[in-house]
């Protein structure tokens, strides 16, 4: 045998998932702080910081998994792609959208609504990504901003 083969009696076959404790509930505080600083916890789970048990950012991490949040966030990737296609409000007092990057991205968006809608489980960095992509006013999804819009959407589906 090499030195760089493994044996495959070596190699765990099963997971024991029943070992595994049950998370603390966040406290009621944690979940206010997780509400008021949403942005900025969005930030750090974006890039990969562990969040401690009970704290703020795990009580956020839980949220972004939810079925409501997926939901809402796939509601509005839907949106702004029907906005894009002109079939959204003439008039509004949203941020207006970058057309020709939402249009490029179209199938990438379809494919992220699709992925949140998919009974799997979705990670919380994916979906802090997505968060970011919707609330950054200066990013490529809006008509003033900067970056790829394709290519981000499609990191947040990597992460998903």
């Known amino acids: 045998m ?19 404790e049950p998370m603390p509930r ?4 944690s979940q206010l702080m997780a509400r008021l600083r949403a942005d900025r916890l969005d930030r750090l789970i974006a890039v990969g910081v562990p969040a401690a048990a009970g704290s703020a950012q795990a009580a956020h991490e839980a949220r972004l998994v939810s079925t409501a949040e997926r ?12 906005d894009a296609r002109g079939r959204g409000l003439l008039l509004s007092s949203r941020v207006p ?12 968006i379809d494919a992220v609504t699709l992925r949140l809608h998919s009974p799997g489980p979705v990670s919380a960095r994916g ?3 997505l968060r ?7 990013g490529p999804m809006y ?9 981000r959407l499609g990191a947040a589906l990597a992460a998903l």
């Open 2 to 20: 090499a030195d760089n083969d493994v044996e495959a009696a070596a190699l765990p076959t099963t997971t024991d998932t029943s070992r595994r």
């Open 26 to 29: 966040p406290s009621l505080v």
């Open 71 to 82: 939901e809402t966030i796939a509601r509005s990737l839907r949106t702004a792609a029907a």
């Open 97 to 108: 959208l970058h057309v020709p990057n939402i249009t490029a991205a179209g199938d990438m």
């Open 127 to 129: 979906m802090a990504r």
């Open 132 to 138: 970011q992509i919707l609330s950054d006013g200066t």
């Open 143 to 151: 008509r003033y901003g900067r970056g790829d819009l394709r290519g």
